[in-house]
Nanobody, 125 residues
């Protein structure tokens, strides 16, 4: 059973930075695509960023976070990260880590197999 545990959320002022971490256990992390999604109150969960299995390969980002967020992974630590900079109030949401038991990512929520419990990110203006 694959388990994903997020950490690193919190309250930050606009323009600030946070780094989210997601530790995986119970599966073959290095062969999975990994991603981050977010859900703001009253809104649907949406794609934020994803990275394929090799880490050094392809990544993808939601348009509104390109240039501000960076996804990375350390397969030796079974951990994926989301470095968030120049944060805006509209980035406020619960951020979820997701895993896909194939090596290549998808931006579609229903293509992901494993989910963490989420970590709250609040950006004050």
């Amino acid at each position: 059973q694959v388990q994903l545990v997020e950490s690193g959320g919190g309250l930050v002022q606009a323009g600030g930075s946070l780094r989210l971490s997601c530790a995986a256990s119970g599966g073959t992390f290095s062969s999975y695509a990994m991603g981050w999604f977010r859900q703001a109150p009253g809104k649907d969960r949406e794609f934020v960023a994803a990275i394929n299995w090799s880490g050094g390969g392809s990544t993808d980002y939601r348009g509104s976070v390109k240039g501000r967020f960076t996804i990375s992974r350390d397969n030796s630590k079974n951990t994926v990260y989301l470095q968030m900079s120049s944060l805006k109030p509209e980035d406020t949401a619960v951020y979820y880590c997701a895993g896909r038991n194939v090596g290549y990512y998808s931006t579609l929520i229903n293509q992901w197999h494993y989910w963490g419990q989420g970590t709250q990110v609040t950006v004050s203006s």
